[in-house]
């Protein structure tokens, strides 16, 4: 996982210097082509920027060339796209769902003067995709930052978010027809929600081998983080980590909302400057 952490910072330097000339490419522009090159890269700066040890980012750069998924010359490096890369239709459309639903509610309190659709977003996105991707993976990547400072490793993080995610989807379907349900009563609730998830059901939505799922569980069990019942079902526990979760929550909150203003402010001020866009 770190090695993807690695190419995101690849693709946010390449976006950022195409913003600094004015550049921009288009979706099928970007993913066709065959390979993107990093000129001058510094492997100090790269560290820096991740929180890497040098160490890490030089094996997992090793690992990268041993894929062929980069190729190495001096101090530029090339991605093979055709090794790895597929093209992010459902993460754009996903996205624009989220932002969309932003647009109704800053109508409803009249922050803004119009909703925008899926649609209109997400062909809005496409036409400018490097433009709005930069804003994007700048928020990613600080995301990912904070979170390690909590879990030791993404695996761990992502096996914990799927417990957090099947416990929030239960709750969603219990209180469906209810009366909405305030933060403070829904932190509460969560740990105790069941069913919860074994460790091949974790394994086929992550993707991580059951092996690792298993490892990492009982790294999560001894830190008092999840609660294993007798049937091998894993949930959520009160321990720390939904404790230290919080603050996190609430700069990421911030964060989600800055990166949502810049993409409606760039949505509308091309309308501005271009209305038959």
């Known amino acids: 996982?770190?090695?993807?952490?690695?190419?995101?910072?690849?693709?946010?330097?390449?976006?950022?210097?195409?913003?600094?000339?004015?550049?921009n490419k288009n979706f099928e522009e970007f993913?066709?082509?065959?390979?993107?090159?990093?000129?001058?890269?510094?492997?100090?700066?790269?560290?820096?920027?991740?929180?890497?040890?040098?160490?890490?980012?030089?094996?997992?750069?090793?690992e990268l060339e041993k894929a062929q998924i980069i190729t190495k010359d001096k101090k530029n490096i090339k991605i093979n796209f055709g090794s790895f890369l597929t093209t992010t239709e459902e993460e754009v459309k996903g996205f624009s769902r989220l932002v969309s639903?932003?647009?109704?509610?800053?109508?409803?309190?009249?922050?803004?003067?119009?909703?925008?659709?899926?649609?209109?977003?997400?062909?809005?996105?496409?036409?400018?995709?490097?433009?709005?991707?930069?804003?994007?993976?700048?928020?990613?990547?600080?995301?990912?930052?904070?979170?390690?400072?909590?879990f030791k490793d993404a695996e761990t993080w992502f096996i914990w978010n799927l417990?957090?995610?099947?416990?929030?989807?239960?709750?969603?379907?219990?209180?469906?027809?209810?009366?909405?349900?305030?933060?403070?009563?829904?932190?509460?609730?969560?740990?105790?929600?069941?069913?919860?998830?074994?460790?091949?059901?974790?394994?086929?939505?992550?993707?991580?081998p059951r092996p690792t799922v298993l490892r990492k569980l009982d790294l999560l069990l001894k830190e008092k983080a999840v609660v294993k019942s007798p049937t091998a079902l894993y949930t959520l526990n009160e321990g720390k980590i939904l404790k230290k979760i919080?603050?996190?929550r609430l700069i990421n909150n911030k964060d989600l909302c800055s990166l949502i203003t810049k993409i409606l402010n760039f949505i509308t001020s091309l309308r501005i400057l271009f209305p038959s866009s």
């Open 163 to 208: 417990l957090v995610y099947n416990q929030t989807l239960n709750l969603s379907k219990k209180y469906k027809n209810s009366e909405n349900i305030n933060f403070n009563n829904f932190m509460k609730m969560l740990p105790n929600e069941h069913p919860g998830l074994n460790a091949m059901s974790i394994s086929d939505l992550s993707g991580i």
């Open 31 to 62: 993913f066709s082509q065959d390979s993107l090159e990093i000129q001058k890269f510094n492997i100090v700066d790269l560290a820096k920027e991740l929180n890497f040890s040098k160490e890490t980012v030089r094996r997992k750069l090793i």
């Open 101 to 150: 639903l932003f647009t109704k509610i800053l109508y409803k309190k009249k922050f803004l003067q119009k909703t925008f659709s899926e649609k209109e977003i997400e062909l809005a996105i496409k036409k400018n995709f490097t433009r709005y991707c930069l804003p994007f993976l700048e928020f990613q990547i600080n995301y990912s930052l904070r979170v390690r400072t909590i």
């Open 246 to 248: 919080e603050p996190l």
């Open 1 to 23: 996982v770190n090695k993807f952490f690695i190419l995101e910072y690849f693709f946010k330097k390449t976006f950022n210097t195409y913003n600094e000339h004015f550049i």
